[in-house]
């Protein structure tokens, strides 16, 4: 499979708690992006990380990325209910505009 | 248009039939993306097209599957004799492609779920 593996599958916890979420790839890249999706319909991107990029923030989202073991992961801090949704991590490679997918984590944030 | 648009969001048919499900891109945008994703899955990449060049269909998963789009704009999946397992979800995205990447990102459409029966 091209798909890249997101561990943990699924998440639960409290809102307040930081939620991490990891992904892994299978092939140099250009860029890590990820996206939430709602209710299993379309996906918002969240953010970017480059290719010669380690670590970047958003608002409450910090990504890392370590090329070296085809990696990152995605930080949530002080998490809310409104968070819950499924994350998934895409990446693309050198030579092609084709963006893979993770299986994605489904996140639960009980209020 | 502001998004993404994808038509019809839900599409019942019976096996054999075939199915068109169309995407509306971002005016603008030179990269078009369709993935499908089943019930509680990730996407699966099937197409990609970008501007003038030729399309890369390595995701179709059979000669069942075909796709066209029309200059930079319009695009349709095309299922013939669909099958039971064809049923999921299948996502449109968009993009404006930039070569270093920097602020590339994929707009994706609400989705056309299809249930073959």
């Known amino acids: 499979s091209q798909q890249g593996e997101e561990d943990p599958q699924a998440l639960s916890i409290q809102e307040g708690e930081n939620a991490t979420m990891n992904c892994s790839y299978k092939t140099s890249i250009n860029n890590l992006q990820w996206y939430r999706q709602n209710s299993g319909r379309g996906l918002v991107h969240l953010i970017l990380i480059r290719s010669n990029e380690r670590e970047k923030h958003s608002g409450r989202l910090r990504v890392t990325l370590d090329t070296s073991k085809k990696s990152s992961s995605l930080l949530i801090t002080a998490s809310r209910a409104a968070d819950t949704a499924s994350y998934f991590c895409a990446t693309r490679s050198p030579g092609t505009y084709k963006y893979i997918f993770g299986t994605g984590t489904r996140l639960k944030v009980l209020a | 248009g502001a998004g993404v648009s994808q038509s019809p969001s839900n599409k019942v048919t019976e096996k054999g039939k075939d199915v068109e499900l169309r995407c509306d891109p971002i005016s603008g945008h030179t990269a078009l993306y369709w993935y499908r994703q089943r019930l509680g899955q990730g996407l699966e990449f099937l197409i990609y097209?970008?501007?003038?060049?030729?399309?890369?269909k390595s995701g179709l998963p059979s000669d069942r599957f075909s796709a066209e789009r029309t200059g930079e704009s319009v695009s349709t999946l095309t299922i013939q004799r669909t099958q039971q397992e064809d049923s999921a979800v299948y996502l449109c995205a968009s993009s404006l492609v930039m070569d270093d990447a920097t602020n590339e990102k994929l707009f994706f459409g609400s989705g056309t779920q299809l249930s073959v029966l």
């Open positions: 097209f970008q501007g003038n060049s030729a399309p890369d």
